[in-house]
């Protein structure tokens, strides 16, 4: 029976067998990350009596985790202090080009035509931003900048929209998701919204309609019944660290590194399909490495054979998702003393590189690519990089100059040479999550097969299918999790 | 109404809601391609009442259009005349490693077991295959021969199973699908299954326990009802038809021309999945190309900006699969005059090459290919050639030698510049079909998302994921249709 216990059926129960409710709320959100949290502070904003059921010991989620940026355009306050035009349309243009192939329009453009407006929705949250712009690739800057590029600037981009830095940041040194965590989670507390956490939703509960009217959950190892008047939101996160998820749906981030929290397992997923929610893009994920963005651009990027596959100076987390989808998860990133020069210490993520070499046929050999592969791809580089053209992969001049001996190369395989262990490294060089899930309408509502919303059914953050289609920029899961968790906390509060 | 009744809802229908039923059989089979056909002759071996629905005016769907081939090894009787050995172990080797990533072990297993009995029930059917090799890279030979190299002599999977030429096609000169289908179109009839043609199932019909007893369909615009008393067998083929899904779970494949039928819209996908049935690998899909395998043997395959990326000797369809899902489906193929003289003129496909020129210089301009790229991955190429070496890829020694001019160069995206004029082709040089479907047990029983099998329920055939998983060789389609149709019937005919 233990086993059971553990993992029990995620079919739905009838309400018919229900015979006690032990909570009761207009509004059952489930999980409490940032897509948790706004979907309970809007689901309380519309006066709805709101009740949070949170797995872990306390909220926050993959959320507080994340590096914090919120991707936000189109003519913010930051943006404006900072002396940025910028436009919804221009916005929009980019995330329906970098969120593709099959973007959703209808999605990106309402999130770009109201992201000034979410924008002063979290600043009246209390989240800080510095306005201030950070001007060079990072994953995270060294500063506390409030503002940063997200390659924009970058072919093919630049080509379809304006260009504008649209990185939002919480104030940090460092990592920021646990500074807008803080902001929501202690809105969600004052909007009056009941917390419950160390409770593991198992199923959800449907009435003789079909319609979603509560879950069944575990605290303790004693069921809880948990009646939703109106509607239930959930917001667990995405299935990374389910392996047979992974394997059914999304192979290619089997063997690396997940990240979120255990309980991005996927359950939520599946209890929707259970009563017979639609799903999306299962195959989607990112996959971020730990090259230097500012080296990359600098220097050059090259597969198992020593071919280049990319413009360096693109998005970093675009040049991680093409490694491991299209190049078999291999990447060198290859540069020379002048490159590493330029880069300031605090860009180069403490990390030495693991060959040094005096000449390319001697670096080549140190790695083990194929004879003359790495020499012929630099020959090829510096001839038209002397020209401050690279017809391959269209990285910006400003980027290009010839490379020239001694040369280096690091192994996106290596784990970190320097600086503090991370601890979630093991050794693939791929940090993961996925991106497929439940398809919504853009008030949230779970769809069904023949595409109608799910009575009582709500999803939001990434247990949805949301603005990331396969592509993906670093803060759009932040920012899809909280603009589309609000409105699903909305709708499920009118429910 | 005319909408509605054009495309109804997928929902099940509850059993007390039907008062009368038009059809009643034991086994009531969806679709008469080659897994249906296999389906209908097993349950009927086992004394059913067997009724097939098919929606066309006629059996035979994407299978009669196909070329034939099916993927039996082990030691059969044709393999045994040409002389070669097998092993049923070799075979599981070689599937496991290129229906990978994450090939369902158990299945492929018990394929590779049992893929002698299958080929001996195959024949005892009416199936002629004729007891000789063809020995070259080819999609379709241009002889008789019953036997053929499927890229098991290729790398890496030579390293992995000891190679053996498995393509197992019925005789005929070109594409032989119609020829399968004859003889198991005819053994159903034989065989005493009842077929009802033009019948267009619509929804399942389940009971108070979520059992499936029966369809509901459409007959020249009127309804018709048919109890299952036994089991359903849904094997109407897969998506490709069907844009809607392709945007949500296979975008790569929406530009492509689409193979098989109009009716394979995925709607018994849809329609099980609304009973509650898991899918798996819905992204995974096979694009073929229309370039000569020897001559891509003999030649290289180079991508946008004039770089290969595979081993030429490799399975055909495996390149066009990783052109187009890595390389945004762009291809040209390279060649010289020796390796166009040394391909006998019926395996050239009529195609002659696009561009003719002197030096590489010339063509890599008159391509567009960036200025030197092709120059300098032939150099590469030729380097390691006149070694009998291919360090990038792999490729066998026996292809292996230097092009040297004049050259020549063939787009994928090219029409068929001379010989017959293919109506299917529109221009992207890719056709394509969908591998992801419905996960059943290894007798056909459609999974819940709990994994239990859906009482009453099964799939077959492309509606199911089956043998192939996201990798796909010619003839584990058929081989997984008649194979997996045939264990479906029979579990559907003791149900």
Sequence with gaps: MAALIESPSIAPRR??????????????????????????????????????????????????MSGGVLYLGGGTAIQRACGIEDSAEDMYRFLLAT?????DGPRVALYAQESVEHFDWLVARGVPFKPSLWPLPAWTPPTEDGLMWMGE???????????????????????????????????????GARIESDVNVDRLVTGDDGAVVGVVARRYGKQVTVRARGGVVLAT???????????????????????GTDYDDGRSIRMAQAVGAATRRMD?????????PSLMAAGMVVNAVGQRFINEDVYPGRIGQMAMFHQHARAYLVFDEEAYESIPENLRHGRRPEWVCESVAELEQEIGLPE?????????YNHHAARGEDPFFHKAAKWLRPLRSPFAAM????????????????????????LGGLRTTLDGAVQNLDGEPIPGLFAAGRTASGLPSWGYISGTSLGDGTFFGRRAGAAAGRA
């Design 284 to 292: 989607a994920g990112e996959g971020s490495i730990n090259f230097s």
């Design 372 to 380: 003359r592969s790495l020499q012929s791809t630099i020959d090829l």
């Design 411 to 434: 192994d996106v395989r290596a784990k970190r040479m320097d600086g503090p262990p991370d601890p979630a490294d093991r050794g693939t060089g791929f940090r993961v999550f996925t």
């Design 15 to 64: 309400a018919t067998t229900v015979h006690r409710w032990d909570y009761e709320a207009d509004v059952v959100v489930v999980g409490l990350g940032c897509a948790g949290a706004s979907a309970a502070i809007e689901a309380r904003a519309g006066d709805a009596d709101v009740l949070v059921l949170e797995r872990a010991g306390a909220g926050g989620g993959a959320s507080t």
């Design 153 to 191: 600037e970058a072919y093919p981009f630049a080509e379809v929209a304006r260009p504008a830095p649209r990185g939002h940041r919480p104030t940090a040194l460092g990592r920021s998701g646990w500074i807008l965590m803080e902001c929501l989670l202690r809105s969600a507390v004052e909007s």
């Design 237 to 259: 996160g995405g299935f990374v660290f389910n392996d047979d998820m992974l394997a059914e749906h999304a192979p290619v981030l089997l063997p690396h590194t997940k990240i």
């Design 99 to 103: 969120m593709g192939p099959e973007a």
